[in-house]
């Protein structure tokens, strides 16, 4: 059960990287911040990285987690997990089965 566990907190973890992300970027939008806006942010060299880092870290956890836990494995970890916890340990279950649902890709190690 305890790697069961770890999985799917490895699972939740990139599920609230994206949510944190995506909450940052809809304050700035909305201007919650008072001295940022995409204008500002776009026109600092320092801020303009630190966007795109924080996007691309995004997308080389979900190419890993494609790549390296099959999707298969991954489905079948959630249901093991929920099947032993219940659905209502975790508040972000759904949106996890959502992450960890097949995507089609597959790697093909001989190329």
Not at 58 to 87: F, H, T, W
């Amino acid at each position: 059960m305890e790697i069961i566990e770890r999985f799917f907190q490895l699972f939740e973890s990139i599920y609230n990287y994206y949510k944190d992300l995506k909450n940052f970027l809809t304050n700035v939008q909305e201007g919650y911040f008072i001295d940022y806006n995409f204008e500002t942010l776009f026109q600092n060299q320092e801020a303009k990285r630190l966007l795109i880092e924080g996007v691309y870290l995004y997308g080389v956890m979900l190419l890993l987690q494609d790549r390296l836990i099959p999707a298969i494995a991954r489905e079948r970890l959630v249901v093991c997990y929920i099947r032993y916890k219940g659905n209502n340990s975790s508040d972000f279950v759904n949106e996890v089965c959502k992450l960890v649902r097949g995507t089609g890709y597959s790697y093909n190690t001989k190329t």
